[in-house]
């Protein structure tokens, strides 16, 4: 049974951080692509931050890149996002989501990709 499950969400004002957690189980992360989306209401949802198998590849959406850093624990079964210098609009629900993925190189970014995903959890950035 493959379970992830975000946590450290929470309500913020603009230019603060927060870092968000997945904690992953039923799949050995070592052999995994990660990534996280978020979706605000009314609007599709966007990959953020992508990483491959070995966490040696990533991927930042424009909108985020230089604020925000993907990375794992693969001993811990944990990915995380840390986000610094948040704006209002970053506010929405972030999910985390999973691909086992051995070997490959590609930084997988469409929703379609990843067959596990976890509930979400909400960011709320204040002006």
């Known amino acids: 049974q493959v379970q992830l499950v975000e946590s450290g969400g929470g309500l913020v004002q603009a230019g603060d951080s927060l870092r968000l957690s997945c904690s992953v189980s039923?799949?050995?992360?070592?052999?995994?692509?990660m990534a996280w989306f978020r979706q605000a209401p009314g609007k599709e949802r966007e990959v953020i931050a992508a990483?491959?198998?070995?966490?040696?590849?990533?991927y930042y959406a424009d909108s985020v890149k230089g604020r925000f850093t993907i990375s794992k624990d693969n001993a811990k079964n944990t990915v995380s996002l840390q986000m610094n210098s948040l704006k209002p609009e970053d506010t929405a629900k972030y999910y985390c989501?999973?691909?086992?993925?051995?070997?490959?190189?590609?930084?997988?970014?469409?929703?379609?990709?990843?067959?596990?995903w976890g509930q979400g959890t909400q960011v709320t950035v204040s002006s």
């Open positions: 990483m491959t198998w070995t966490g040696g590849s990533t």
């Open positions: 039923g799949l050995t992360l070592s052999s995994c692509a």
């Open positions: 989501a999973a691909k086992f993925a051995p070997f490959s190189s590609i930084n997988y970014k469409g929703i379609s990709d990843y067959p596990h």
